[in-house]
């Protein structure tokens, strides 16, 4: 019986040293693969967001555009008439704003890089 008891704590520091070098082996060879930097992540989760936020931005501004032009055809009512005309102002102003952010990010973005300029 102590024969077998020892003969099973063998195989179990065994198994746990074969499972303690595979994870160390497992982690060395991922650590090329995970060689991001915070700031890169932090970047491209960034981008994704906004991204997002514009496909987002582009449908609500195309629903809300099309009531406010509804009213303003619709609408019997000066002061109606005159309240969508403005909506439909800061509608297309704010989407152009918006829309506008990644271009000058993109622009901005190589002519800060590194804290130094370096014209291209």
Do not use: C, H
């Not at 060395?28 to 981008?47: C, E, G």
């Not at 099309?66 to 009213?71: E, G, M, P």
């Amino acid at each position: 019986m102590v024969k077998q008891l020892a003969k099973g704590k063998e195989r179990l520091t065994n198994a746990y040293w074969s499972a303690v070098g595979m994870a160390s082996v497992a982690m060395l060879s991922l650590q090329p693969v995970m060689a991001d930097t915070i700031w890169d992540r932090f970047s491209t989760i960034l981008q994704d967001i906004y991204g997002q936020v514009v496909a987002i931005s582009t449908i609500v501004a195309v629903t809300v555009g099309a009531i406010a032009l509804l009213i303003r055809m619709i609408s019997r009512n000066q002061r109606a008439v005159e309240e969508a005309t403005q909506w439909l102002k800061r509608i297309v102003v704010t989407w152009i704003v918006l829309n506008s952010l990644g271009f000058i990010v993109a622009y901005l973005q190589p002519l800060i890089a590194g804290g130094s300029y370096s014209p291209t």
